[in-house]
Nanobody, 123 residues
Framework: QVQLVESGGGLVQAGDSLRLSCRAS????????MGWFRQAPGKEREFVAS???????NYADSVKGRLTIARDNARYTVYLEMFSLKPEDTAFYYC?????????????????WGQGTQVTVSS
């Protein structure tokens, strides 16, 4: 059983940067592909980025160039660096884990989920 705990969310202004963290426990971290998803008010949850256990990354087209996903296997942590934030980035951000996954954008591939962290970007 893998537990995931996100942190780093908050209220920022448009153009600011923010780094989200997700710490894992209960599994062998370097065998899990990690993903970030987000859900804006009134919308369905959507894929943001993933980093495979091989460190291959995958990004949603809407965030390419503004967000960077990285992992620190020694710390059992995956990060989401967000730059030039826009009001449309406002959402609840979730971390997810997929054992030996390919980095899919489909949330059904991810078995373990964190509780999420809120990011609010004001204009």
């Amino acid at each position: 059983q893998v537990q995931l705990v996100e942190s780093g969310g908050g209220l920022v202004q448009a153009g600011d940067s923010l780094r989200l963290s997700c710490r894992a426990s209960g599994g062998t971290f370097n065998t899990y592909t990690m993903g970030w998803f987000r859900q804006a008010p009134g919308k369905e949850r959507e894929f943001v980025a993933s980093i495979a256990y091989t460190s291959t990354t995958n990004y949603a087209d809407s965030v390419k160039g503004r967000l960077t996903i990285a992992r620190d296997n020694a710390r059992y942590t995956v990060y989401l660096e967000m730059f030039s934030l826009k009001p449309e980035d406002t959402a609840f951000y979730y971390c997810a884990a997929d054992y030996l996954g390919t980095g899919s954008a489909s949330e059904s591939n991810y078995k373990y989920w964190g509780q999420g962290t809120q990011v609010t970007v004001s204009s």
